[in-house]
């Protein structure tokens, strides 16, 4: 049910100022916070008060907790899926639209041109008491952490995304969320100059409606997470300026052995009030802000490679494969991983051929013998020998060897056969092996 609250002509500020300047309007102020309500508008001295259970930011909506998804650009499947869950600052508390508030004006809109290929981006809005609460329990909402958790949770296992493709990001308030709920729920943070004590906020004025609802330093709680979390200090990326006053003599205050506090010799060259360096920090340091991001993003796809290769492919007797959009293929130490991917058939080449390296001679008698791992991926049925419109199926037998699988099989070649190929109609989806060896003996030579 919608209310209204109508104020004196003269205090009128049109703007949730209102409720600073005057002490009834601001006793009034923390009673709807205390009573799960909030403004969500104004026209004409009148200020609109709803629920929060009934408050439309326009967003999507889980227990109370307003959201969105923001899609990969692209479909395609480059890297393993990925999640930056975005904690959003608080830069319009002025505002009378609930969503300003909450949401804030800086959605960064521009992020997913910029970080890893297929990362999908969770913005949640601060929808607690009047304008958020840092996304931390109050006496109004005690499970507000929980249900924020489960979120993530949620989404993560929506989009098949493991708990280590997934970076909390956020700064100012936002980086306060994305610390908090990184140690929560042991997810990778990059919180930029996060606010740990929010003093300087309501020193003149409580201009973030938070009342005494919200601890004013954080960072008892903060420390105490910070022992209870899996995560190593290299997972805990700060980003903090001695220049900045209002935030870095209390982000100091936290566990720095548990973390990894980053400490930018910035200078700014106007300085007007307390929060310019504060403001600075975040907005000149975009491009380290997405070095950190996509620093975290990238890692799990990446590995540090030391080892020599283990098998020499000029000594098989077929060229590397082509390529087919139906199958995946890494070269290893140890031989050509091939994996039938998850694509549907349609019109593309369903083969993956090898080149022979001596074209097959016809009526000869030939042996083929390919050495692969005990993978998913099975042979039988599945490889051919062809050329131009002329095909073969190469009935493999199996046996195992040294503890290796070996396949294979003799026939006499009825056509001057020069590609071996995998088809992928064969072949289940999903399903990989990794070949050795591919040798082909002509045994009339």
Known sequence: MTEYFEVDAEKDLKSMDTFLEDWKYYEFLKNLALNNKSIVGYRDHKYTVQKNTEIDLGMEKYKNIHYNIELPIENEQYLSNKLIVFFMPADRMISTQAKLRMFGNSPWESLASSIAKNTYILRIADSNLISGSYYQNTINFLNYETSIQQLIQNTAYKYNISSGNIVMY??????????????????KVVAIDPVIDRRAWVEVKDVQHMFDLVDYNFAPKINRLLEETTLSPDKIKVLCSDTAFITYPFVKQLNLSKINLLNLNLTIPHVVDPFTSHAALIGKTVPFQLSLINQFLYEEDIS??????????????VLLPWTSPYFTMHFKDYGIEVIRNSKLLGKDNIWLNFMIKSRMIINKKYTIEIITDDSTLSLENSLFIHSENEYKN????????NGEVVWKSKFTADYSFEFLGLNAEAVARNNSIIIRSIKIFCEDR
């Open 170 to 187: 956020g700064n100012s308030r936002g980086g306060t969320g994305a610390l908090y709920h990184g140690l929560l729920g042991n997810y």
């Open 304 to 317: 540090i490679e030391k080892s020599l290769i283990l098998f020499n492919v000029d000594d098989w007797d």
């Open 394 to 401: 190469i009935d493999l037998k199996r046996t195992n060897e």
